[in-house]
């Protein structure tokens, strides 16, 4: 499909797709996430020239939540290396929802199966450099802003409140963290948790989502910038995770249907990139079972499938 048609086309799959956002609901376990728009959809597809093509809703601004994983990983690869990093957390999917506890003690004690469940990305969290929690969100949001291509994005406070004073679950999955020594002695868990839900509060546009899948799409260098910013290696192993458990326990399904490297939130947003070509964010507030955007699924399935994007 040429460029120009395919400028005239996304709207048309915009539209089809925004009817699947009724297949889902909001997530409202985040009483702040629940205000969101349930048939709202919009999509950016970005090159590497920096030329884009967008449809849709895609001027409201959401929070990463999940998505923020797949960066808060990198800059815990390039703090740490592949051995400080995978001596806390496994490199295998769990089949299970993202904030499950079933599987925390069949690997190592207390070894999260990867970074991208929660248990998995606070212990991520726990990794990040920086003396104090304040100074640890300082580096994440400065990381994000260049992978956005220098963006300043910032943290929705009121999202991060909102979760921090509902999140018994999260907070149990850090505890028993702390319990298995994968939280060390010195490390305060309720600090750790700071840093994980200011990072997954961190708010963006869809443009913005997907100047960062750029970034991903050319394993780890910008093409609008012209420099490496992320060692090829670590990206490397952040698109093996998304396309292993980047959509939660549908990750089998939409490496099937869809077939490209994808990180999904709550919120949400769908981080999505065609290797070498495009960065894509799509937004799409109705969270079907598994906890994806029923219409930003939907929209990617179609893109996909016309543009032949799988990479399988
Ligand atoms: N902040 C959210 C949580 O910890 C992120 C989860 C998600 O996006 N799946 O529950």
């Known amino acids: 499909m040429m460029m120009e048609q ?10 089809a797709s925004r009817l699947h956002a009724s297949e889902g609901q909001v997530a409202s376990y985040i009483p702040e996430l629940a205000k969101a728009p349930a048939d709202a959809l919009g999509v950016t ?33 390039m703090d740490n290396g592949e051995d400080g990093v995978f001596a806390k957390v496994g490199m295998e999917p769990t089949g299970d929802d993202f904030n499950s506890m079933l599987k925390l003690e069949l690997v190592e004690p207390g070894k999260p199966f990867n970074p991208l469940i929660n248990a998995g990305a606070i212990a991520i969290s726990s990794l990040i450099h920086g003396d104090t929690p304040a100074a640890k969100t300082e580096r994440i949001l400065s990381f994000f802003n260049e992978a956005a291509g220098g963006a300043t994005l910032s943290v929705n406070e009121d999202v991060f409140r909102s979760e921090s004073a509902t999140a018994h679950r999260n907070r149990s999955l850090a505890y028993f963290l702390k319990d298995n020594e994968v939280l060390g002695e010195e490390i305060d868990v309720e600090d750790v948790l700071r840093v994980y839900f200011r990072h997954c509060s961190v708010e963006v546009s869809c443009n913005q989502l997907a100047r960062m899948a750029l970034l991903l799409a050319f394993d780890g260098f910008d093409p609008l910038v012209g420099r490496q910013l992320v060692p090829k290696r670590y990206v490397q192993i952040a698109k093996t995770f998304m396309i292993m ?68």
């Open 245 to 312: 458990c980047g959509m939660y326990n549908a990750s089998g399904e939409f490496a099937i249907k869809v077939g490209i490297p994808a990180k999904s939130g709550v919120s949400g947003g769908i981080l999505a990139l065609v290797p070498g070509r495009y960065g894509i964010g799509v937004i799409g507030p109705a969270l079907g079972a598994k906890g994806n955007s029923t219409a930003g699924v939907h929209l990617l399935e179609t893109m996909s499938t016309a543009l032949d994007w799988r990479i399988f």
């Open 45 to 77: 597809i970005m090159g590497a020239g920096g030329e884009t093509f967008s449809a849709g809703e895609t001027d409201f601004p959401f929070t990463m939540q999940s998505i923020s994983k797949v960066f808060t990983l990198l800059l815990a690869l």
């Open 6 to 15: 395919l400028r005239e086309t996304l709207p048309l799959w915009v539209q």
